[in-house]
């Protein structure tokens, strides 16, 4: 645990739910199926409805003052309007944090709302109270068992998102959850009104239990703040950084969103190369690059990419991207060809990298990466191939679902449980081969989505492996460290 | 059916494989495995393996000539020293095509093969017998029950598919598929050592079943006959070209893979433009063009997007996306905001462009699209809902389902069935909607892979709209679509 002052707020040992609906469809109502459904103890959450005596079986209070407990953290699920009453009842009854789901205040544009906005904060912190939000979806702490969605894992791991918008925290979570990647902790701070962006890099510099910081911005209200603390947060922890509205269009999307000023491209790309932090121009790019800051891929040190595994059509388009990121694909040396040609047969493969050839086993595909790897020729593997399967040509069929099997019979618990113990196995296999040949291995996944393609991304995060889902993405993440690296050049080493 | 003197090959009535392998996990044993699969008539298939008299159930013949009934087609799956052998049965049988899975042939780089390849086809064509191949999967025709993949559908479509790669085919029929793509038919011609690329451009410009054609080529062997058939195809029909080996790793890894020279950038870009072909530079655009041109994306006349569907984090970045491919993003003309206002609340929304509001129902979905697009400010509308579901706010936990949903309870046949027509009535109404408000709608998925977001991207494309995985990807398709039309300004229309 961190001695942060806001490290209680990631903490809260008791949540009241405020103006939680009675009708289980209703917006709002999904905060506390959320925290049911990932078993959030029920003995310290309180639902608030004046009007309800008991909403989805659970017991309901009719104001906060009511609750026979204390109340660390509020999340309001109220309309604007009645945001005074409810600062009026946490005031009273003393509670740490509150978090306003509640939308339509300052970000509305009309003067009166952002004078509501403004009156709370100041009175909430008066009394000592933090704020997350308006119109945000807060907190997800699996350690705490905190969330905002049933849907996440309530595994910890060493990724802190701060994100302004909900959604897109959400679909980052989404997103790389099926990679391997687990969270220490995220949160949406929607319109910022009292806790900022630059409040929560300082803290995620500070957390012990974060090693990565991954964030999503729209507005720059307090530039300076939010430079200083970038500066700090990314001298001591990779810190990447995905803005919104840096076009005219998306300027004004987050200006009625989030009531953010976005600020200009070039100041943003300015605070970002003098911190040293990572700036990332998508959300594909923000997952990839979190997936390789968190795996191996981070240690990449050249552009000498070798590619393992076909097929023939494959290996040519895969080299025309790789040429495009401006890596290289250099020829495997003379003497690992006429090596690996002792035991690969000549008809439908190829010994030249990129490598076309099912190794037959394990320990084939061990001797294969040995001989071209010890050559010194390459800098980074990228591998089809997780070592639990050897590839397979087109057609073959195997493990290759069609677009609808719904029809198929499922695979029991002990099926199940044998192919996942076959993939970790294989990941590992792989691992140790990375630790062996001392170069990073990244798994592409070819069209691989779907239960078993997760399973095969999970697996190998696990063993350290990143898993990207094209040759694209993983080639070009590995010029975004490249580059991103060469700019961090006399900023101190964070890895 | 055509009457182009190839159209037989692409109907043979009976099909011998030719060294079919008796165990079934063995390379080559996939051929007869997914013609059973797919359900080809099996008095009409003859396995030759001179080593078996039975393999899974099915007779097998010592020699093709022992074959009691006429044979059109030969599928070789036998090692390449064996094709003399093969060469001399096929014309003693008096066969009318050859498909040569086999490979170690010309590719291989080395002069014996060459000439042993060489001097097949001279053979063969003496014969009047035309082959594809060597080194490549053959053909999928569903109307005839062709297929080189168990898992590819057998319902025929209005795409023809002619790939060098048979890997590529397969990966272009597996990721069309769940988007609602259906197939005249596809060939993968490897080596094309006999019938090469401009054969089969010049039927695919006289197939009466055949409406859009899209390529992946590596070699340009016969330039000039490429250029002049390409040109043909492209004066009569949508014509997609994806050429790989552009780079210098990429045309080596060509090289390896079907002996092909990979020809400059510059000339194939030129004869691209001459001819009024549809250059992509990816699968993934490759995939996005067919599905645009397949569908009402194709006539988008303008860069004005309306993107209909948040929610704000979204809205944000899909804005900076739109702005990043030069199309606009208009706002709201004042009146349409005016009136939107009148029954979509505050909080939580926008109704300037990009929209994001969740319709209460269909009748209010329609309504909003009449008020923004009657106001003739738009081009095009991105929509992220089917029009069968409103969207839905992160976290609600509509329709989405997690990472890891083995655990769940499988619906029965009747909820499937049932779910599936809601889907399907969505996508008409979308369709109907479209027919009046004029202008082309693209569906954009958000985050969606799996059995329910291929189900809505069928449904879509069976309505006649285009189903995209990303803003992204959408907005390029119609920066695209509108730069082609502009090259080929002064060539015959199409559509």
Known sequence: MSTHPLDPIFHPRTVALFGVPSKSEAWGAQFHRALVDSGYDKSRMFLINPKADEIDGLPCYHSLTEVPDTVDHVISLVPARVVPELVDQCVAKGVRSLHLFTAGLAETGDPEMAKVERDAIAKLRAAGIRTIGPNCLGLYVPASGMTFSGEFPMESGNVMLISQSGANAGEIVRSLTPRGVRFSKAVSFGNGADLKAHDFFDYAAADPDTEVVVSYLEGVSHGRELFEALKRCAAVKPTIILKGGLSGAGARAASSH????????????????????????????????????????????????????????????????????????????????????????????????????????????????????????????????????????????????????????????????????????????????????????????????????????SAAYAAGIGTFPSVARAAHTVRQLIEWRARREGLQTIF
Not at 415 to 425: D, N
Not at 430 to 443: C, K, S, T, V, W
């Open 258 to 457: 989030t009531g953010s000023l976005a600020g200009s491209r070039a100041v943003f790309e300015a605070a970002c190369r003098q911190s040293g932090a990572i700036r990332v121009d998508s959300m594909e790019e923000l997952q990839d690059l979190t997936v390789a800051i968190a795996t191996s891929a981070r240690t990449v040190g050249g552009r000498r990419v070798l590619l393992f595994g076909g097929p023939g059509g494959f290996a040519v388009l895969s080299s025309d991207i790789i040429a495009g990121q401006e890596l290289e694909l250099p020829e495997t040396p003379a003497k690992a060809k006429q090596e690996l040609r002792e035991f690969i047969p000549v008809a439908g493969t190829s010994v030249n990298n990129p490598i076309d050839a099912n190794a037959r086993d394990r320990e084939q595909m061990q001797k294969m990466f040995h001989i071209l790897c010890d050559s010194g020729a390459y800098d980074v593997v990228f591998s089809t191939s997780l070592g639990s399967d050897q590839g397979g040509g087109p057609g073959r069929g195997r493990g290759r679902r069609g677009p609808t099997d719904e029809a198929e019979t499922r695979p029991t618990p002990e099926e199940l449980e044998a192919e996942h113990e076959r993939v970790r196995e294989g990941a590992r296999i792989l691992a140790n081969l990375q630790g062996e040949i001392g170069i990073p291995i990244l798994y592409v996944q070819r069209g691989g989505f779907g239960d078993g393609a997760n399973r095969q991304a």
